[in-house]
Antibody, heavy 127, light 107 residues
Framework: QLVESGGGLGQRGGSLRLSCAAS????????MTWVRQAPGKGLEWVAN????????HHVDSGKGRFTISRDNAKNSLYLQMNSLRDEDTAVYYCARDPSPSYCSGDSCATFDALDIWGQGTMVTVSS | AIQMTQSPSSLSASVGDRVTITCRAS??????LGWYQQKPGTAPKLLICAASHLESGVPSRFSGSGSGTDFTLTISSLQPEDFGTYFCLQDYTYPRTFGQGTKVEIK
Protein backbone atom coordinates (compact mmCIF):
# COMPACT_ATOMS: atom_id res chain seq x y z
CA GLN A 1 0.00 0.00 0.00
CA LEU A 2 0.94 3.65 -0.31
CA VAL A 3 0.45 6.26 2.39
CA GLU A 4 1.02 9.96 1.69
CA SER A 5 1.87 12.53 4.34
CA GLY A 6 3.21 16.04 4.62
CA GLY A 7 0.23 17.95 3.30
CA GLY A 8 -1.33 20.86 5.10
CA LEU A 9 -1.33 24.62 4.94
CA GLY A 10 1.50 26.09 2.93
CA GLN A 11 2.29 29.75 2.61
CA ARG A 12 2.25 31.34 -0.83
CA GLY A 13 5.88 31.43 -1.93
CA GLY A 14 6.79 28.89 0.71
CA SER A 15 7.72 25.21 0.63
CA LEU A 16 6.27 21.84 1.52
CA ARG A 17 7.69 18.33 1.27
CA LEU A 18 5.29 15.49 0.62
CA SER A 19 6.17 11.90 1.45
CA CYS A 20 4.75 8.59 0.27
CA ALA A 21 5.53 5.47 2.29
CA ALA A 22 5.34 2.19 0.40
CA SER A 23 4.78 -1.25 1.88
CA UNK A 24 3.81 -4.71 0.71
CA UNK A 25 5.88 -4.71 -2.48
CA UNK A 26 9.47 -4.26 -3.59
CA UNK A 27 9.51 -0.48 -3.90
CA UNK A 28 12.80 -0.33 -5.79
CA UNK A 29 11.35 -2.31 -8.70
CA UNK A 30 8.82 0.33 -9.73
CA UNK A 31 8.51 3.70 -11.38
CA MET A 32 6.52 6.03 -9.14
CA THR A 33 4.25 8.95 -10.00
CA TRP A 34 2.64 11.96 -8.31
CA VAL A 35 -0.81 13.07 -9.50
CA ARG A 36 -2.83 15.95 -8.07
CA GLN A 37 -6.46 17.02 -8.08
CA ALA A 38 -7.60 20.55 -7.30
CA PRO A 39 -10.90 20.78 -5.39
CA GLY A 40 -13.77 19.86 -7.68
CA LYS A 41 -11.46 19.50 -10.68
CA GLY A 42 -9.93 16.76 -12.76
CA LEU A 43 -6.65 14.91 -12.41
CA GLU A 44 -3.28 16.44 -13.26
CA TRP A 45 -0.09 14.42 -13.72
CA VAL A 46 2.69 16.07 -11.72
CA ALA A 47 5.90 14.03 -11.93
CA ASN A 48 7.39 10.57 -12.15
CA UNK A 49 10.67 8.89 -11.32
CA UNK A 50 12.37 5.68 -12.41
CA UNK A 51 13.35 2.79 -10.18
CA UNK A 52 16.83 4.11 -9.33
CA UNK A 53 15.88 7.76 -9.03
CA UNK A 54 18.13 8.80 -11.88
CA UNK A 55 15.38 9.65 -14.37
CA UNK A 56 12.67 12.17 -13.48
CA HIS A 57 10.02 14.10 -15.37
CA HIS A 58 7.91 17.03 -14.15
CA VAL A 59 4.84 18.88 -15.35
CA ASP A 60 5.71 22.16 -17.04
CA SER A 61 4.06 24.25 -14.29
CA GLY A 62 6.24 22.48 -11.73
CA LYS A 63 9.59 22.68 -13.47
CA GLY A 64 12.04 24.63 -11.34
CA ARG A 65 9.65 24.48 -8.37
CA PHE A 66 8.86 20.81 -7.78
CA THR A 67 11.37 17.99 -7.37
CA ILE A 68 10.47 14.33 -7.20
CA SER A 69 12.89 12.00 -5.45
CA ARG A 70 12.99 8.65 -3.72
CA ASP A 71 14.88 6.72 -1.07
CA ASN A 72 14.70 3.04 -1.86
CA ALA A 73 16.33 2.11 1.45
CA LYS A 74 13.40 3.78 3.21
CA ASN A 75 10.75 2.65 0.70
CA SER A 76 9.76 6.26 0.33
CA LEU A 77 8.86 8.69 -2.43
CA TYR A 78 9.02 12.46 -2.03
CA LEU A 79 7.79 15.63 -3.70
CA GLN A 80 9.59 18.83 -2.71
CA MET A 81 7.37 21.78 -3.55
CA ASN A 82 8.92 25.27 -3.53
CA SER A 83 7.60 28.72 -4.47
CA LEU A 84 4.06 27.57 -3.74
CA ARG A 85 1.25 29.15 -5.71
CA ASP A 86 -2.48 29.30 -5.09
CA GLU A 87 -3.00 26.90 -8.00
CA ASP A 88 -0.95 24.23 -6.22
CA THR A 89 -3.87 23.74 -3.83
CA ALA A 90 -4.95 20.14 -4.41
CA VAL A 91 -5.04 16.60 -3.14
CA TYR A 92 -1.73 14.97 -4.04
CA TYR A 93 -1.68 11.25 -4.76
CA CYS A 94 1.31 8.97 -5.19
CA ALA A 95 0.91 5.96 -7.43
CA ARG A 96 2.91 2.88 -8.34
CA ASP A 97 3.67 2.15 -11.98
CA PRO A 98 4.74 -1.38 -12.93
CA SER A 99 5.37 -0.15 -16.50
CA PRO A 100 4.09 -3.30 -18.18
CA SER A 101 5.39 -4.33 -21.58
CA TYR A 102 3.20 -5.70 -24.31
CA CYS A 103 4.34 -7.15 -27.60
CA SER A 104 2.71 -7.18 -30.97
CA GLY A 105 4.61 -9.35 -33.41
CA ASP A 106 8.29 -8.50 -33.04
CA SER A 107 7.59 -5.10 -31.51
CA CYS A 108 7.34 -4.60 -27.75
CA ALA A 109 6.56 -1.41 -25.89
CA THR A 110 6.35 -0.29 -22.28
CA PHE A 111 3.32 1.53 -20.96
CA ASP A 112 2.30 3.49 -17.88
CA ALA A 113 -0.14 1.72 -15.58
CA LEU A 114 -0.79 3.45 -12.26
CA ASP A 115 -2.07 0.37 -10.46
CA ILE A 116 -1.79 1.24 -6.76
CA TRP A 117 -2.65 4.66 -5.35
CA GLY A 118 -2.40 6.22 -1.93
CA GLN A 119 -5.33 7.91 -0.23
CA GLY A 120 -3.97 11.36 -1.01
CA THR A 121 -2.74 14.28 1.08
CA MET A 122 -4.32 17.72 0.88
CA VAL A 123 -2.17 20.78 0.23
CA THR A 124 -3.72 24.20 0.74
CA VAL A 125 -1.77 27.27 -0.28
CA SER A 126 -2.71 30.47 1.43
CA SER A 127 -1.22 33.86 2.11
CA ALA B 1 1.68 19.30 -24.28
CA ILE B 2 -0.77 16.85 -25.82
CA GLN B 3 -4.38 17.76 -25.13
CA MET B 4 -6.80 15.00 -24.29
CA THR B 5 -10.48 15.75 -24.87
CA GLN B 6 -13.17 13.46 -23.50
CA SER B 7 -16.79 13.29 -24.52
CA PRO B 8 -19.34 13.46 -23.22
CA SER B 9 -18.53 15.43 -20.06
CA SER B 10 -21.32 13.60 -18.29
CA LEU B 11 -23.95 10.99 -18.99
CA SER B 12 -26.83 9.32 -17.27
CA ALA B 13 -27.70 5.75 -18.17
CA SER B 14 -29.74 2.84 -16.87
CA VAL B 15 -28.48 -0.42 -15.45
CA GLY B 16 -27.84 -2.78 -18.34
CA ASP B 17 -27.19 -0.03 -20.89
CA ARG B 18 -24.13 -0.03 -23.12
CA VAL B 19 -22.05 3.05 -22.36
CA THR B 20 -19.34 4.54 -24.54
CA ILE B 21 -16.86 7.24 -23.54
CA THR B 22 -14.53 8.80 -26.09
CA CYS B 23 -11.09 10.32 -25.64
CA ARG B 24 -9.43 12.26 -28.46
CA ALA B 25 -5.76 13.26 -28.50
CA SER B 26 -4.52 16.47 -30.10
CA UNK B 27 -1.88 14.42 -31.94
CA UNK B 28 -1.25 10.75 -32.57
CA UNK B 29 -0.26 8.77 -29.48
CA UNK B 30 -0.18 5.24 -30.83
CA UNK B 31 -1.83 3.02 -28.24
CA UNK B 32 -0.29 4.84 -25.27
CA LEU B 33 -3.48 5.43 -23.34
CA GLY B 34 -4.96 4.34 -20.04
CA TRP B 35 -8.40 4.60 -18.49
CA TYR B 36 -9.12 5.27 -14.81
CA GLN B 37 -12.29 5.28 -12.73
CA GLN B 38 -12.66 7.57 -9.74
CA LYS B 39 -15.46 7.48 -7.20
CA PRO B 40 -16.15 10.52 -4.99
CA GLY B 41 -13.66 10.95 -2.18
CA THR B 42 -11.43 8.11 -3.31
CA ALA B 43 -8.28 7.64 -5.35
CA PRO B 44 -8.53 6.71 -9.02
CA LYS B 45 -8.51 3.07 -10.04
CA LEU B 46 -6.76 1.68 -13.10
CA LEU B 47 -9.10 -0.03 -15.56
CA ILE B 48 -7.18 -0.33 -18.79
CA CYS B 49 -3.65 0.38 -20.04
CA ALA B 50 -2.10 0.31 -23.49
CA ALA B 51 -5.52 1.29 -24.90
CA SER B 52 -7.05 -2.16 -24.62
CA HIS B 53 -5.34 -4.22 -21.90
CA LEU B 54 -7.72 -4.87 -19.04
CA GLU B 55 -6.18 -4.58 -15.58
CA SER B 56 -6.32 -7.73 -13.49
CA GLY B 57 -9.51 -7.89 -11.43
CA VAL B 58 -11.43 -5.40 -13.55
CA PRO B 59 -14.75 -6.83 -14.77
CA SER B 60 -14.84 -7.94 -18.38
CA ARG B 61 -17.76 -5.60 -19.14
CA PHE B 62 -15.10 -2.88 -19.42
CA SER B 63 -13.17 -2.72 -22.67
CA GLY B 64 -10.96 -0.24 -24.45
CA SER B 65 -10.16 0.31 -28.08
CA GLY B 66 -8.56 2.76 -30.45
CA SER B 67 -5.17 3.99 -31.54
CA GLY B 68 -3.66 7.16 -32.94
CA THR B 69 -5.95 9.98 -31.86
CA ASP B 70 -9.30 8.36 -31.09
CA PHE B 71 -10.00 6.02 -28.21
CA THR B 72 -13.08 4.49 -26.63
CA LEU B 73 -13.94 3.05 -23.25
CA THR B 74 -17.00 0.82 -23.37
CA ILE B 75 -19.04 -0.58 -20.53
CA SER B 76 -21.06 -3.34 -22.17
CA SER B 77 -23.75 -3.58 -19.48
CA LEU B 78 -23.74 -0.77 -16.94
CA GLN B 79 -23.91 -1.88 -13.31
CA PRO B 80 -24.90 0.19 -10.25
CA GLU B 81 -21.31 0.19 -8.97
CA ASP B 82 -20.02 1.77 -12.21
CA PHE B 83 -20.98 5.29 -11.18
CA GLY B 84 -18.12 7.74 -10.93
CA THR B 85 -15.85 9.81 -13.14
CA TYR B 86 -13.73 8.25 -15.84
CA PHE B 87 -10.44 9.73 -17.02
CA CYS B 88 -8.13 8.90 -19.89
CA LEU B 89 -4.37 9.43 -19.55
CA GLN B 90 -1.87 9.55 -22.40
CA ASP B 91 1.59 8.11 -21.76
CA TYR B 92 3.00 8.73 -25.22
CA THR B 93 5.12 11.70 -24.20
CA TYR B 94 5.93 14.02 -21.32
CA PRO B 95 4.22 15.69 -19.66
CA ARG B 96 1.59 13.03 -19.33
CA THR B 97 -1.88 14.51 -19.66
CA PHE B 98 -5.34 13.48 -18.50
CA GLY B 99 -8.64 14.08 -20.17
CA GLN B 100 -11.02 16.35 -18.27
CA GLY B 101 -13.19 13.44 -17.16
CA THR B 102 -16.60 11.95 -17.91
CA LYS B 103 -19.05 11.71 -15.04
CA VAL B 104 -21.27 8.62 -15.21
CA GLU B 105 -24.55 8.64 -13.32
CA ILE B 106 -26.94 5.75 -12.90
CA LYS B 107 -30.56 6.61 -13.71
Amino acid sequence: QLVESGGGLGQRGGSLRLSCAASGFTFSNYWMTWVRQAPGKGLEWVANIDQSGSVTHHVDSGKGRFTISRDNAKNSLYLQMNSLRDEDTAVYYCARDPSPSYCSGDSCATFDALDIWGQGTMVTVSS
Amino acid sequence: AIQMTQSPSSLSASVGDRVTITCRASQGIGDDLGWYQQKPGTAPKLLICAASHLESGVPSRFSGSGSGTDFTLTISSLQPEDFGTYFCLQDYTYPRTFGQGTKVEIK
